[in-house]
């Protein structure tokens, strides 16, 4: 019985020692222990969270680079595909003026060609009719100088015209 | 203070020796005492604080009783007990000396205080740093605490209780081990003392009662049972807001009690078969060491598992307390 009887005097102690105990501990031990260990904690913890934002960084700028790698990449490709297109055009669009020219030449050609040989018929045409003419002058000149006959038909006919 | 009373004990402590009694020896050890027993006849004498509203305090040296043999100042030891010298009674005294326990505890407690004052102080030295030396045996401890005691069983509110969970554990935990010291000034039986954990179970209920909210209340006097109910269930509540802490008070009190009372009974073996005969008494000797080593070893565990059960519950009972409702 005397082992579960608390004595007054160990009540007494343990009450004024224990609370002292509570009282300066907490004061100048638990509460800096338990401050700086959570400090501590927040730290890290900023640490760590500042090394996956640094990271996080870095994938992203990796990213943005090879983005930027496959941009200029793309634009290069565009590029030249342009210039491929433009020296396409280019060849083919001379290719197109030099025809044209072309037949813009042979169509002058021609045209000046018949011009040429309008002038040439019509000249041929002239020269023709003039060599008739002559021809015909000198027929009719040789008919009149070989028979009188005509000269007496021109003075029966201005005998007939003047009884009349 | 230390002083060699052989000459006083004379025939009396002659007879008691050769009757070994271990009942009376292990009570002897797991209670209280006006002075230290170091060794032999050699004993630290305690200062007797004796306080009565009549004759006021009174303070002197416990080798004044001459171990129990001498009345001194109208007091007197009967049974190791402070009792008036004319009535034998106890009536209108109170006995505040400081006792084998009180100065185990004191000493511990000056130890704890130093450890932890150092620990701050170092914490204090090396900031945001990563914990060294001693401080990679209490941090994680402390943090054991923190993180697996007091906020899953308190939640939200751990963090203003941490103080007194801690002081509580590393209480318990330093005298648990100042207790399995053999010598001085170890041994003396503090936390297995009822009135050490009649304390610390109020500070406990205390805690909780001024922490707790209406709904720790509520769920005690208008519980979620229908009408009829209530005349069993209130009652029963009530009592558990008392048994809680008393519980506290009786398992610490029990378990280190009884740590002590097996290892000294263990002992004992050897001097009761050495009682029977010397060579008897030598032979069991090496079974009975070896079988105290094991509990010893075996109370180092429990001298962690009582303060770690002790502020678990501590902290669940605040937990429950400081509940919110759902």
Sequence with gaps: MELVTPAIGLVFWMLVTFSLLLVILKKFAWSPILTSIKEREETIDNALSQAQQARDEMAKLQSQNENLLAEARAERDAMLREAREMKDKIVSEAK????????????????????????????????????????????????????????????????????? | MAANHAEAEGEVEHESETKFEPGKMILEHIGDSHDWHLWGHTSISLPVIAYSPEQGLKIFSSSRFEHGHAAYDGLMLHEGHLVWEDEGCTDGLYDLSITKNVLAMLVASVFLLIMMLRTASSYRKNKGMAPKG????????????????????????????????????????????????PIFPGGANVTGNIAVTMVLALVVFITVTLASNKYYWKHIFVPDVPVWMYPIIIPIEILGVILKPFVLMLRLFANITAGHIIILGFFS??????????????????????????????ELLVAFL???????????YIGMAVEEHH
């Excluded at chain 1, 020269?127 to 000198?138: C, D, G, M, R, T």
């Excluded at chain 2, 943090?143 to 005691?149: A, G, S």
């Excluded at chain 2, 069991?284 to 080593?293: D, N």
């Excluded at chain 2, 009582?306 to 669940?316: D, K, P, Y």
């Design chain 1, 96 to 164: 197109s003026t030099a025809d044209e020219e072309a037949k813009k030449l042979i169509v002058r050609a021609n045209d000046e060609i018949n011009k040429q040989k309008q002038a040439a018929m019509q000249e041929l045409k002239k020269e023709v009719a003039s060599f008739s003419v002559q021809i015909a002058e000198k027929l009719v000149s040789a008919e009149l100088e070989k028979s009188d006959k005509q000269q007496q038909l021109i003075e029966a006919q201005l005998a007939e015209f003047t009884q009349n």
């Design chain 2, 134 to 181: 001693f401080l990679n045996v209490l941090e994680p401890l402390i943090l054991f605490l923190r993180d697996d005691v007091a906020k899953p069983s308190i939640g939200k509110k751990a963090d203003r209780y941490m103080p007194l969970i801690l002081t509580v554990f590393f209480f318990i935990f330093i005298n648990n081990l100042f207790g399995l010291v």
């Design chain 2, 269 to 298: 073996l050897i001097f009761i078969f050495g009682a029977m005969s010397p060579a008897l008494g030598y032979a069991v000797s090496p079974l009975s060491v070896a079988f105290t080593l094991f509990m010893s070893l075996l």
């Design chain 2, 306 to 316: 009582q303060a770690f059960v002790f502020t678990l519950l501590t902290s669940i």
